[in-house]
């Protein structure tokens, strides 16, 4: 059962990722993000991780993804215009996407150890005490950084929106 959920949970996850690249509009493309991260969540949940379940819902699917909307509005961003296709990319595209992702399992099989499998609720490595606590004090000037960081893309934002304007 648990192979068919990841199963079912990863061909949502990809048919999202590809929905967001081929959008026209930056609202669809967040939108299918949205389902990205919220399949992803599923996989966490069915990986055993439930905390890291929920925060990749509260904090991705939810804050973040707020925000990359409050900044598509902010930007007035339009619907991408409509781009020609070259005969050259329109005809070996596939077919060399299609070398790649061989050439790309190849290695994948043959170049990476082979490890135990996967079973659920097997990991009880860090609950939210842990990882608070290693997030307050070990890693407390990265996620300070962060969050300037962010602060600064918003700040951006703004000023773009107002040379748009005048």
Known sequence: MDAILFL????IAVVCGINMVVQKHPISSALSLVGVMAALAALYL???GEFIAAAQLVV??????VLFIFVIMLLNAGAEPKSVLK???KYLGAPLLVVFFGIMSFVV???TPSSDNVVFGSFKGAGPREIGTSLF?????PFEVTSVLILIAILGAIVLARKEID
């Open 60 to 65: 991705y699917s939810g804050a973040i993804m």
């Open 137 to 141: 004090t070990v890693y407390l000037l």
């Open 8 to 11: 079912i949970f990863a061909a």
């Open 87 to 89: 005969p050259m990319g």
């Open 46 to 48: 069915l990986l055993g």
């Open 109 to 111: 099989q043959n170049m």
